[in-house]
T-cell receptor
Framework: GENVEQHPSTLSVQEGDSAVIKCTYS??????FPWYKQELGKRPQLIIDIRSNVGEKKDQRIAVTLNKTAKHFSLHITETQPEDSAVYFC???????????FGPGTRLSVLP | DTEVTQTPKHLVMGMTNKKSLKCEQH?????MYWYKQKAKKPPELMFV???????INESVPSRFSPECPNSSLLNLHLHALQPEDSALYLCASSHLRSGDQPQHFGDGTRLSIL
Protein backbone atom coordinates (compact mmCIF):
# COMPACT_ATOMS: atom_id res chain seq x y z
CA GLY A 1 0.00 0.00 0.00
CA GLU A 2 0.87 3.67 -0.19
CA ASN A 3 3.37 4.99 2.36
CA VAL A 4 2.98 8.75 2.89
CA GLU A 5 5.20 11.02 4.96
CA GLN A 6 5.08 14.73 5.68
CA HIS A 7 7.84 17.05 6.82
CA PRO A 8 7.96 18.87 9.07
CA SER A 9 5.42 17.52 11.55
CA THR A 10 5.12 20.95 13.18
CA LEU A 11 5.97 24.37 11.81
CA SER A 12 5.85 27.78 13.48
CA VAL A 13 6.27 30.94 11.41
CA GLN A 14 5.86 34.65 11.99
CA GLU A 15 2.90 36.30 10.35
CA GLY A 16 3.87 37.42 6.87
CA ASP A 17 6.55 34.75 6.43
CA SER A 18 6.32 31.82 4.04
CA ALA A 19 5.67 28.20 4.96
CA VAL A 20 6.57 25.06 3.02
CA ILE A 21 5.35 21.54 3.78
CA LYS A 22 6.68 18.52 1.90
CA CYS A 23 4.86 15.26 1.22
CA THR A 24 6.64 12.13 0.05
CA TYR A 25 4.84 9.05 -1.22
CA SER A 26 5.77 5.57 -2.35
CA UNK A 27 3.21 4.52 -4.97
CA UNK A 28 4.47 5.38 -8.47
CA UNK A 29 0.88 5.01 -9.73
CA UNK A 30 -0.18 8.11 -7.79
CA UNK A 31 -1.32 10.83 -10.16
CA UNK A 32 -3.53 13.16 -8.10
CA PHE A 33 -2.05 15.24 -5.30
CA PRO A 34 -4.41 17.23 -3.03
CA TRP A 35 -3.75 19.16 0.15
CA TYR A 36 -6.41 19.42 2.86
CA LYS A 37 -6.58 21.94 5.70
CA GLN A 38 -8.21 21.01 8.99
CA GLU A 39 -8.76 23.71 11.57
CA LEU A 40 -9.26 22.67 15.18
CA GLY A 41 -12.63 20.97 15.62
CA LYS A 42 -13.55 21.32 11.95
CA ARG A 43 -13.70 19.16 8.86
CA PRO A 44 -10.84 18.67 6.40
CA GLN A 45 -11.20 21.04 3.43
CA LEU A 46 -9.48 20.83 0.09
CA ILE A 47 -7.30 23.90 -0.41
CA ILE A 48 -5.38 23.02 -3.56
CA ASP A 49 -4.69 20.04 -5.76
CA ILE A 50 -2.53 19.14 -8.72
CA ARG A 51 -2.58 16.41 -11.32
CA SER A 52 0.45 14.60 -12.65
CA ASN A 53 0.50 16.35 -16.01
CA VAL A 54 1.25 19.67 -14.29
CA GLY A 55 4.37 20.62 -12.31
CA GLU A 56 3.05 23.62 -10.40
CA LYS A 57 -0.26 25.25 -9.59
CA LYS A 58 -0.94 28.51 -7.80
CA ASP A 59 -4.05 29.99 -6.19
CA GLN A 60 -3.41 33.40 -4.65
CA ARG A 61 -1.16 32.82 -1.61
CA ILE A 62 -1.14 29.05 -1.96
CA ALA A 63 0.84 26.94 -4.42
CA VAL A 64 1.64 23.27 -4.91
CA THR A 65 4.69 21.91 -6.72
CA LEU A 66 5.13 18.34 -7.87
CA ASN A 67 8.23 16.28 -8.51
CA LYS A 68 6.87 12.99 -9.78
CA THR A 69 10.30 11.52 -10.46
CA ALA A 70 11.33 11.98 -6.85
CA LYS A 71 7.80 11.16 -5.59
CA HIS A 72 7.17 14.26 -3.56
CA PHE A 73 4.98 17.34 -3.71
CA SER A 74 4.99 20.45 -1.60
CA LEU A 75 2.55 23.02 -0.29
CA HIS A 76 3.75 26.63 -0.31
CA ILE A 77 1.93 29.35 1.62
CA THR A 78 3.17 32.93 1.23
CA GLU A 79 2.35 35.98 3.39
CA THR A 80 1.01 33.72 6.14
CA GLN A 81 -1.85 34.95 8.32
CA PRO A 82 -3.07 33.73 11.73
CA GLU A 83 -6.07 32.08 10.03
CA ASP A 84 -3.63 29.80 8.18
CA SER A 85 -2.97 28.09 11.53
CA ALA A 86 -4.27 24.53 11.12
CA VAL A 87 -3.21 20.96 10.42
CA TYR A 88 -2.41 20.29 6.78
CA PHE A 89 -2.74 16.82 5.27
CA CYS A 90 -1.50 15.57 1.92
CA UNK A 91 -3.43 12.70 0.35
CA UNK A 92 -1.82 11.33 -2.85
CA UNK A 93 -4.18 9.22 -4.93
CA UNK A 94 -3.84 6.68 -7.72
CA UNK A 95 -6.11 6.70 -10.74
CA UNK A 96 -7.98 3.54 -9.75
CA UNK A 97 -9.44 4.73 -6.46
CA UNK A 98 -7.64 2.07 -4.44
CA UNK A 99 -5.57 4.17 -2.05
CA UNK A 100 -7.18 6.63 0.33
CA UNK A 101 -4.27 7.23 2.68
CA PHE A 102 -3.67 10.60 4.28
CA GLY A 103 -0.26 11.80 5.35
CA PRO A 104 0.30 12.10 9.13
CA GLY A 105 -0.29 15.86 9.03
CA THR A 106 1.70 19.04 9.64
CA ARG A 107 0.61 21.44 12.36
CA LEU A 108 1.23 25.00 11.21
CA SER A 109 1.17 27.83 13.74
CA VAL A 110 1.30 31.40 12.47
CA LEU A 111 2.42 33.72 15.25
CA PRO A 112 1.11 37.31 15.19
CA ASP B 1 -21.61 26.24 4.06
CA THR B 2 -21.31 22.44 4.45
CA GLU B 3 -22.37 20.42 1.40
CA VAL B 4 -22.13 17.10 3.24
CA THR B 5 -24.41 16.97 6.27
CA GLN B 6 -23.80 14.58 9.15
CA THR B 7 -26.07 13.86 12.10
CA PRO B 8 -25.83 13.79 15.00
CA LYS B 9 -22.92 16.14 15.74
CA HIS B 10 -22.25 14.44 19.05
CA LEU B 11 -23.18 11.00 20.34
CA VAL B 12 -22.57 9.36 23.68
CA MET B 13 -23.47 5.70 23.96
CA GLY B 14 -22.90 2.72 26.15
CA MET B 15 -21.19 -0.43 24.97
CA THR B 16 -24.49 -2.30 24.66
CA ASN B 17 -26.38 0.37 22.74
CA LYS B 18 -27.31 0.41 19.07
CA LYS B 19 -27.15 3.71 17.25
CA SER B 20 -26.72 5.02 13.71
CA LEU B 21 -24.75 7.84 12.15
CA LYS B 22 -26.22 9.54 9.10
CA CYS B 23 -24.67 11.37 6.18
CA GLU B 24 -26.38 13.17 3.31
CA GLN B 25 -25.17 14.95 0.18
CA HIS B 26 -27.06 16.50 -2.72
CA UNK B 27 -24.17 17.19 -5.08
CA UNK B 28 -24.90 14.18 -7.29
CA UNK B 29 -21.75 12.45 -6.09
CA UNK B 30 -21.66 8.68 -6.66
CA UNK B 31 -18.86 7.82 -4.23
CA MET B 32 -19.25 8.12 -0.47
CA TYR B 33 -16.83 7.34 2.32
CA TRP B 34 -16.62 6.77 6.06
CA TYR B 35 -13.44 7.76 7.88
CA LYS B 36 -12.46 7.49 11.55
CA GLN B 37 -10.23 10.18 13.03
CA LYS B 38 -8.60 9.98 16.43
CA ALA B 39 -7.19 13.07 18.11
CA LYS B 40 -4.02 14.42 16.46
CA LYS B 41 -4.14 11.73 13.77
CA PRO B 42 -5.12 11.77 10.09
CA PRO B 43 -8.47 10.46 8.90
CA GLU B 44 -8.37 6.69 8.46
CA LEU B 45 -10.52 5.09 5.76
CA MET B 46 -13.19 2.63 6.90
CA PHE B 47 -15.55 2.09 3.95
CA VAL B 48 -16.06 3.23 0.37
CA UNK B 49 -19.34 3.07 -1.54
CA UNK B 50 -19.40 3.50 -5.30
CA UNK B 51 -22.78 3.71 -7.04
CA UNK B 52 -24.44 2.57 -3.81
CA UNK B 53 -22.37 -0.61 -3.65
CA UNK B 54 -19.73 -1.32 -1.02
CA UNK B 55 -16.40 -1.36 -2.86
CA ILE B 56 -13.84 -1.09 -0.05
CA ASN B 57 -13.99 -2.37 3.51
CA GLU B 58 -10.72 -1.70 5.29
CA SER B 59 -11.06 -4.75 7.57
CA VAL B 60 -13.38 -2.87 9.89
CA PRO B 61 -14.84 -4.86 12.81
CA SER B 62 -18.39 -6.10 12.26
CA ARG B 63 -19.68 -3.91 15.09
CA PHE B 64 -19.60 -1.17 12.42
CA SER B 65 -22.14 -1.81 9.65
CA PRO B 66 -22.41 0.60 6.72
CA GLU B 67 -25.46 1.09 4.56
CA CYS B 68 -26.11 3.16 1.45
CA PRO B 69 -29.88 3.26 0.87
CA ASN B 70 -29.64 5.63 -2.11
CA SER B 71 -27.17 7.85 -3.91
CA SER B 72 -27.62 10.71 -1.43
CA LEU B 73 -27.55 8.87 1.88
CA LEU B 74 -24.95 6.94 3.81
CA ASN B 75 -25.47 5.38 7.22
CA LEU B 76 -23.14 3.79 9.72
CA HIS B 77 -24.85 1.43 12.16
CA LEU B 78 -23.11 0.94 15.48
CA HIS B 79 -23.55 -1.97 17.89
CA ALA B 80 -21.59 -3.19 20.89
CA LEU B 81 -18.83 -0.65 20.47
CA GLN B 82 -15.70 -0.53 22.59
CA PRO B 83 -14.18 2.48 24.39
CA GLU B 84 -11.38 2.59 21.78
CA ASP B 85 -14.02 3.33 19.14
CA SER B 86 -14.44 6.81 20.59
CA ALA B 87 -13.39 9.16 17.78
CA LEU B 88 -14.58 11.67 15.20
CA TYR B 89 -16.40 9.88 12.37
CA LEU B 90 -16.21 11.74 9.09
CA CYS B 91 -18.33 11.19 6.03
CA ALA B 92 -17.06 12.34 2.63
CA SER B 93 -18.25 12.24 -0.95
CA SER B 94 -16.70 12.68 -4.38
CA HIS B 95 -18.01 12.81 -7.91
CA LEU B 96 -16.66 9.33 -8.64
CA ARG B 97 -14.49 6.82 -6.79
CA SER B 98 -11.58 7.20 -9.25
CA GLY B 99 -8.49 8.66 -7.66
CA ASP B 100 -8.42 12.14 -9.18
CA GLN B 101 -11.58 13.34 -7.46
CA PRO B 102 -11.48 15.83 -4.57
CA GLN B 103 -13.35 14.71 -1.50
CA HIS B 104 -15.92 16.86 0.28
CA PHE B 105 -16.13 16.20 4.01
CA GLY B 106 -18.94 16.67 6.49
CA ASP B 107 -18.36 18.18 9.92
CA GLY B 108 -18.29 14.76 11.50
CA THR B 109 -19.95 13.02 14.43
CA ARG B 110 -17.96 13.05 17.65
CA LEU B 111 -18.63 9.68 19.25
CA SER B 112 -17.93 8.81 22.88
CA ILE B 113 -18.30 5.25 24.17
CA LEU B 114 -18.84 4.91 27.91
Amino acid sequence: GENVEQHPSTLSVQEGDSAVIKCTYSDSASNYFPWYKQELGKRPQLIIDIRSNVGEKKDQRIAVTLNKTAKHFSLHITETQPEDSAVYFCAPRDNYGQNFVFGPGTRLSVLP
Amino acid sequence: DTEVTQTPKHLVMGMTNKKSLKCEQHMGHRAMYWYKQKAKKPPELMFVYSYEKLSINESVPSRFSPECPNSSLLNLHLHALQPEDSALYLCASSHLRSGDQPQHFGDGTRLSIL
